[in-house]
């Protein structure tokens, strides 16, 4: 079964840095990589999407890479900001057409 | 555009009660739905999907059901909680794979068991 792992669980940066978010996979057939936002108490926002034939994907100030073959997948946020706060998470798609999800690194930047 | 509603946005209910969250999506057709539970401080965890009316798979065993009525109904059911049943419900949509498969979610249902 797919198993999909964040690290780390959580993470306090100043405004202004880079940061790199990680995700890894058991299972390397994934037809896609999703990254999401989500804030307190709220829905998920998708914020990119790597199809399995992809390597990365860019929008605005974050890039996701996915190195399908070893399992991972990156979410780099630059020159972070307060707004930037949140839980994100990564899923990937199977073909039986199932997310599995990862646990979220809960992002805090600091003012 | 589409859109995603789910309701209700907070549930309290005794454990043994009857459970019905609802959820619905507007601006497309023929959409792939999920229910998903979030537990406190876990991941998400899929419970059930669908593909077409009436076409319900359950992913874990347990009390909670769902049924698709309608093509862009989805409802979560239960005929008696369970005090473990607490969480964040999330219902959410896509398409299939031939149109890229972003999933959007609703805002979610807080549910918590007393």
């Known amino acids: 079964k797919q198993e999909v792992t964040q690290i780390p669980a959580a993470l306090s940066v100043p405004e202004g840095e880079n940061l790199v978010l990680n995700c890894s996979f058991t299972?390397?057939?994934?037809?896609?990589l999703q990254w999401f936002r989500q804030d307190p108490g709220k829905g998920l926002t998708s914020l990119l999407l790597?199809?399995?034939?992809?390597r990365e994907q860019t929008s605005g100030r974050l890039n996701a890479s996915l190195d399908k073959s070893s399992g991972r997948s990156t979410l780099y946020i630059a020159a972070s900001q307060p707004g930037d706060s949140a839980t994100y998470l990564c899923?990937?798609?199977?073909?039986?057409?199932?997310?599995?999800f990862g646990t979220g690194t809960r992002l805090t930047v600091i003012p | 555009s589409q859109t995603i509603h789910q309701w209700p946005a907070t549930l309290v209910q005794p454990v043994g009660s009857p459970l019905s969250l609802e959820c619905t999506v507007e601006?497309?057709?023929?959409?792939?739905l999920y229910w998903y539970r979030q537990a406190a401080g876990r991941g998400l965890q899929l419970l059930f999907y669908?593909?077409?009316?009436?076409?319900i798979s359950s992913e874990v065993p347990q009390n909670l059901s769902a049924s698709r009525p309608q093509d862009r109904q989805f409802i979560l059911s239960s005929k008696k909680l369970l005090l473990s049943d607490s969480g964040f419900y999330l219902c959410?949509?896509?398409?299939?794979?031939?149109?890229?498969?972003?999933?959007?979610f609703g805002e979610g249902s807080w549910l918590t068991v007393v």
């Open positions: 959410a949509w896509n398409f299939g794979r031939s149109s890229g498969n972003t999933i959007y």
């Open positions: 299972d390397s057939a994934i037809y896609n």
């Open positions: 790597i199809q399995s034939s992809q």
């Open positions: 899923a990937v798609l199977t073909g039986a057409n199932n997310l599995f």
């Open positions: 601006g497309t057709s023929n959409p792939n």
């Open positions: 669908s593909v077409g009316i009436g076409q």
